[in-house]
């Protein structure tokens, strides 16, 4: 992405999807790293809609705009050649032509989906007349990237019209020109009225018009300046409704981990607390064991001891039934011998 094509893509669109364009332009290249091309491309300015349509024109018809520059180059060759036949045939030419084109360029715009009216199509008029009298004016109309409609210079139509004239005065009767008189010659007379005089209502009125679409266009950069302001404060402030959002986001997510880390502190202690409580068990059984197993013991001994004396007296009562059985039968012999 570079800022040419940038710049072609955007004037290409009507202006009320360039701004959105040239800030998501601008937001790639300067998530791409690249800042200098973003800061360029935030620096491109949104169309007015005569300029738009004016940049319509040269785009879509391409011809067309080649034809107009050439007769431009035409029209001021014969204003500085003085070719008064040649201006009054180029001149007809002329109107017709930037007529033509202006209607052109206003059904281009209502097909794009942008209907324009009249005020629109008479600013494509004054750009494509100064086309024609300026090749400054006519290069960077051909660029197709017009931010604002352009002008004549002032008198320009008027200068072309008493060319003729001056041109006539300049020849002899002969037909050859000749250099002018130190004192000029009364100015030729058509209807008993001054050349120039009967065409001062005319250039007044050009130039009155020239100055409203000034005016116009002032006001219209004006309302794209303010227009501009506010979107940049729109769009500031959706930026910082998005930060107080991520920032409420953030802060309950802190909310809910710190509450998270709460309960497992909470289950660490409770579960230590009855590991502890399991050693005192186990510590308890254990001991309990131990005095089981002595208890065992003794008991073991007892019952050994016990049958160590049962035996022992098993052992002496059968000694002495044994003693009685021979005590008894020495007694029975006695009494018998007796």
């Known amino acids: 992405m570079d800022l040419e094509s940038v710049a072609e893509e955007l004037y290409g669109l009507r202006p009320d999807h360039f701004t959105a364009a040239r800030d998501a332009r601008a937001a790639e290249a300067r998530k791409a790293g690249d800042r200098v091309l973003a800061d360029a491309v935030r620096s491109l300015r949104r169309p007015t809609l005569a300029a738009w349509v004016s940049n319509l024109l040269v785009r879509e018809r391409p011809d067309e705009a080649r034809s107009l520059a050439a007769l431009g180059d035409g029209l001021r060759r014969a204003h500085h050649e003085l070719d008064g036949e040649r201006l009054r045939e180029l001149s007809r030419k002329q109107h017709a032509v930037v007529t033509a084109l202006a209607r052109q360029a206003r059904q ?13 199509q008479q600013e494509v008029e004054a750009t494509l007349h100064a086309v024609l009298a300026d090749p400054a004016a006519a290069g960077e109309w051909a660029a197709g990237r017009l931010v604002k409609p ?13 060319v003729a004239p ?7 009767a002969d037909g050859r020109e000749k250099a002018p008189d130190a004192s000029p010659e009364p100015e030729r007379r058509t209807g008993g009225r ?11 009125r050009e130039r009155k018009e020239q100055e409203e679409r000034g005016r116009e266009r002032e006001r219209d950069e004006r309302a794209e300046r303010e227009r501009e302001r506010r979107e940049r404060e729109e769009r500031a402030e959706r930026e910082r409704q998005a930060l107080r959002e991520e920032l409420r986001r953030a802060e309950e997510a802190a909310r809910a981990r710190e509450e998270e880390r709460d309960r497992a502190q909470a289950d660490e202690e409770r579960a230590r607390e ?9 510590e308890e059984a ?16 007892g019952v050994r001891a016990a049958r160590r004396r049962s035996q022992e007296a098993e052992r002496a009562a059968r000694e002495a039934r044994r003693h009685a059985r021979d005590t008894a039968a020495r007694t029975g012999r006695r009494g018998t011998g007796a």
């Open 150 to 162: 352009l002008s004549a210079p002032v008198g320009f139509d008027a200068a072309l019209t008493d």
């Open 194 to 204: 001054p050349e120039r005089e009967r065409r001062k209502p005319e250039r007044n």
């Open 274 to 282: 009855g590991l502890r409580e399991a050693a005192r068990r186990v």
């Open 286 to 301: 254990a001991a309990g064991l131990e005095e089981a197993e002595r208890a065992r013991r003794t008991a073991d001994e």
């Open 108 to 120: 281009l715009a209502a097909d794009a989906g942008q209907p324009v009216g009249d005020p629109v």
């Open 166 to 172: 001056e041109r006539q005065r300049r020849r002899g």
